[in-house]
Every structure is written in structure tokens, then in C-alpha cells.
DNA sequence: CATGAATGAGCTTTCATTCAT
DNA sequence: TATGAATGAAAGCTCATTCAT
């Protein structure tokens, strides 16, 4: 793929991405191709369609995550931290904006093997949380996975902001 | 109005409500009449248009809120017993999913309204909470409504999911 | 049919005529009927459907029209001042408009039959002008009814207003 | 823009004008379209909605005749002559159709600068006619403008049409 | 018999997608 | 190859007409 070519699809991803974080799910292909400064032959000579959009920006959003868990999970430092850093990563990144575009819901085979892999090295970092004693036990990883997916990965989200904030304070294993 | 016409009307609201939250707000005008039993036709006698519609929705559930509120502020029971009852009124009511509606913007007069009341409603139980000593007092009631604006008012959930447990447990006061 | 009936009746066909004349073709049979002080259902109970309101009116229009000539033929004055009288009369009677309905394109025969009546009658009177010198002469019975079909049965015409009077004045016999 | 756009601007508001010559104000868009051998959706390409469309073609028709007066005003033969040339330019183009559209009524600015250039020339034209002595002396330039708005600009209009030519003969200066 | 609620075909408009330039 | 014009299916909405109250 020639470079001119490589920096149009980013372009394409980077605006679709902005575009739906701030406007929604309504967002046209026009639009998007606009955001970008191309034309939409352009954008749809790179995806064939809108769900292939959609499923280049999940799948770029989810390989980025799965990365920063990997990192983390390799990394000598309690497992509390590794949470906190993969919410400061998340937050404000609308992953969960993704499941609520309704193009998104039958997901590819390379989305389901990137979230059941994320989901595979964040249940390990829960049950280590958990033996470490820094979160709390009663909650299954899915249920600790869930929680966070709809708590910080929305539209808005802060890394501080108060939901967030609360949120982990209420994952804290409270005091023996 | 007609006897009739006005289970008309509540048929339509209720399919509406029911589809919103499913399925998002993509839900066709058609397929909300078709819910309800009823032609296109019926559907725009009783809701001139699509705004209309969502703006009908949006006042009756604040209502049914603001009721509810008004009822726990005049209870003799600890806030964070009222606090407790209001989220189990709105687990699983897509109040958040209104605001998130983009026809929704404009907010009408009525709407705006009811959004005060119950804000001030609630602002008053969450800053007696915070004296009674049951909430946490490092945060404003704009952002304890916010938080639980997000937490609980979303499609699906319950008000003993994990995540509404957890938020709880993180809003409740630490130990002195 | 009962007097309360006809009453009725003669409401729509008044309310009709009147909202035509104002706002054109595009008034809604639901206006109407509002505008007769009537449901739409009464509406319908007269009028089996929009042609047949429309035809109503052409048909009651054209009789009245009709019956002026008829008046207008058997009096003794110059075929010139029974010319006039029928301008007068016609002025601000848009029969004009009702062929500028597209639901009136099929003439009904009754049409049809009045239509016939008025062209002979006005021929007659239109061949007397010209003979008893007022009329100009170059013009067929035929000509001299479309052309004032044209000019004084449209909306706001009125019996004295520049186009009605130049109308006349062209037609007046020149000087010999 | 691109020459074949272009071309299909032109055949649009071409089709579109002959539809509502022909038929009047209430032929679908999708008729206009296929009229003109394209899609609905290019229509909407070119004209973001059905007002825009009449609106081009009002201020396409009033262009042609206001170059067509100013041109007139410019030569050098009687003020009468010019008079006939305009009747013979409007004749059969239904501007007066225009004025009839429902959707014509909030009116352009650039089409309210149109008439009233179009009423200014004429205006000059009228008075200098009447000054030469070979137009009727007791008419306003508004009254003649009017007038021959309805007289000359309407469906079916010819130069040499009773109607025309009565008017005409009647618009004359009486004999001294 | 009057009423006005319900119906659904049809019109306007939008937008994902295709294709000529 | 990039562009943006053309396409047409689908959505919102209106209104003539029917039918339950």
C-alpha cells in the first residue's frame, strides 16, 4: 500500500472516530469523508462499506486496549495499578459507543477474538487484584469487565471525574 | 378524548418506550405504531412528530420521577433509604437514553421544568444524606445526580447489578 | 332530506367555495368541514368523496350562471348591457379556478349539459352584440367565452378593477 | 461543476417548468425527475428541496424577462413597440403560475429585487407610452403591470390570442 | 345521524452506495 | 486513482377516506 494511501485510511479512521465520539451514531459517510478532506469514492475505495468502518475503528480501538493490557500485565507492579492505568487509558474512549451503534451488533470474527483475548488478560489482573487483596471479591472478572466497560468507556468520560472516581472506590476490597 | 383514543395513546407510549429502549433511537415511526398495534397514521394524530413523541416519553417518566422524589422527600426515613428507593425506581428506565437522543436537545419548556424540580429534589436529599452521615461528602449534589444519571438510568439495568452495587458501596460515607 | 340536512349541505358547499377562492386548491377536506362548523364524517355523509364537493360546486356555480343569461336573454336591453350584468355577475366567481383543479378534469355530463347551455346562450347573446353594432366583429361566440372566462372568473377579479375594464373597452365595436 | 451536472441542472428546471405549465403546481417531485431522465436523489443534489427548485426557476424565467425589458428600454423605436415585444416574450410563460404556488409565498430577496427591477422598467416604459400617446392615459404603470401579469403570463397564452389582442386593442389610446 | 379517530397510500426528503469523469 | 454526481431504497409526514363510538 502506497504511503499517500496509508495516511488517507488513518485520516478516514481518525474523523470517523472524532465524529461519532461527538455526534453520534447519525454521522453520514459524506461527513466523514468531508472530516477528512477526501471525497467518499476515496473513503469507499478503502472500506467497502459502513460496517467495515465501523469494524476498522472498533477493531484499531480494541487492538490498542488489548496492547496496553499486555504491556501492563508484564509489568512488576501491583495489579490495583494496572486497573487504574487501563481506566486512565479508557476513559473518554467510547468503546461502549461502538456497541450501541446498531451497524456494530453482528461483530467479526477478529473483534470477537480481540475482545475475548481482552477479556482473557483482564480477568487474569482481576483475580490477581483480588489475591493481592486491593479489589474487591465479590464479583466475578465478566462482572468487574462489564462494569467497567459501561463506567468509563462512554462519551465524556474522565480519567477524575466523579463516576469514575466513585466507581473505583467501590472496587476497593474495604478494609479486613 | 375519546375512551379509545386515549388507550390509543398509552399503547403508543408504552411501545415507544419499550423500542427506544431496546433498540436504541434509530426505531422507525412505522415500527412504533406497528408495536402498537396502530397505522402510521394514528401515531402522528397523537404526536404531530418524531420530537413530539420522544417529548411525551421524556415528561411522563420525569413525572413519574419527580413524583417519586417528592413522595421520599416527605418520608421519615434516612436519605439514604430514599436514596436507595429512587434507584430502584430508575434501574432499567433510559432516562440517560433521552438525553442522549440527539432530537432531544432542544429541551422543551415543560422538560426543562421537571428537570429542575427533581434536580433540586435530589440535591436536598443527597446534601441531608451527606449530614445524616450516610453519603460521602466530597461531592456535589450536581455530581452525585450526574453520576447516578449514567450508573442507573441506562437500557438494562437493574438495581442489583454489579455495577449499580458497586456505585453504591463507593457513594456510601467511609468509616470515620 | 330533512331541513337540518340541507343546511348542512349548503354550509360545506359555502365553506368550500370560500377556502378554494382564498387558498387555492390544496385546503384539506378536514378544513373544510372545520370551516362548515362540521365533522369530517358529515362531510362525507353529503359528498362521497373530494370530486364529488368539487362538482357540487361547479355544478351550483354553473346553475346560477345559467340562470342569469337565461334572465339576461329574455330582457329587453341592449345584448351590450346584458353582457355587462354577466361580467358583474361572474366577477370574483372564480370558475376559473375550478379548472385549474386537477380533480376536476373529468367533466361530469350535468357539467358538461350547463357548460353547453351557458356557451349557447352567450353565443346568442354575443351574435345579437354584434349585430345590434356594440360588439366588435371579429371574434367568434366561442372566443368572446374563453376570453372572458379568463378575465373575469379568476380569484380577486373584480367588475370594475383595470384589467375587467380594458377588457371591455377592447371589445367594444370601433368606431365607425 | 462538472459538464454533465450542469446539463442535468438545466434539464431538471427545464422538465420542471413544462410539468408545472402543463399540469399545474402539484406534480410529485419524483414526476419532475423522471422527466428529466434522473433520480429523485439527483434532484435533491441540485435543489435541497422543493421550494429551492421553484424559486430557481421563478428567478431563472424573471432574469430572462428583465434582460429582455432592459433591452427594450435601450432601443431606439416606440415606447409602444416595446410594449409588444414583452407581450410577445411573456406570452405562454406562466409567471403568473409562479405567483399561484402556494410554496412561492415567502418570496426570495433576490426574486423581490427581480420584480421590483422588472416593475421599474416597465414602469418607465408604461408612462413614456403614455407621454408618446399610444397608451391609455388613465391606468397606473402598476395597473398596466398587473393587469398584463394576468393577462399575458399565464398557461397556454399566445401573442395572437383573443384574449391577448382584445387586451391589446383595449390598452390603446382612444382616438383624439 | 354526527363525530372524530384510524387507516394507509403517496409525497418529500435523506443517505449509503455505485459509477462516470 | 480520486472525485463527487447519480441512484434508489427507506424514513418522516400528510391527508383523502373509512369506520367505530
Chains 1, 2, 3, 4 share one sequence.
Not at 468502518?53 to 495499578?81: F, K, Y
Request: net charge neutral; proline share 6%; with cysteine.
Amino acid at each position: 500500500m502506497r504511503a499517500d494511501a496509508r495516511r488517507n485510511r488513518e485520516r478516514i479512521v481518525e474523523a470517523a472516530l472524532g465524529l461519532f465520539t461527538e455526534r453520534g451514531a447519525g454521522v453520514s459517510m459524506e461527513e466523514i469523508a468531508q472530516a477528512a478532506g477526501l471525497g467518499v469514492g476515496t473513503l469507499y475505495r478503502h472500506f467497502p462499506d459502513r460496517r467495515a468502518l465501523i469494524e476498522e475503528i472498533a477493531q484499531s480501538t480494541l487492538t490498542v486496549l488489548r496492547d496496553h493490557l499486555r504491556a501492563g500485565a508484564a509489568e512488576q507492579v501491583p495489579r490495583w495499578e494496572v486497573l487504574l492505568s487501563m481506566v486512565r487509558h479508557c476513559a473518554g474512549r467510547p468503546l461502549a459507543l461502538l456497541s450501541s451503534l446498531p451497524e456494530a451488533s453482528p461483530q467479526s470474527d477478529t473483534r470477537q477474538r480481540l475482545i475475548r483475548e481482552i477479556h482473557g488478560l483482564l480477568g487474569d489482573i482481576v483475580e490477581q487484584a483480588q489475591q493481592e487483596g486491593s479489589l474487591r471479591r465479590d464479583l466475578t472478572p465478566e462482572q468487574v469487565v462489564g462494569l467497567l466497560n459501561v463506567a468509563i468507556c462512554r462519551p465524556g468520560a474522565r480519567a477524575d471525574d466523579p463516576l469514575t472516581t466513585v466507581m473505583l472506590d467501590g472496587l476497593k476490597a474495604p478494609a479486613p
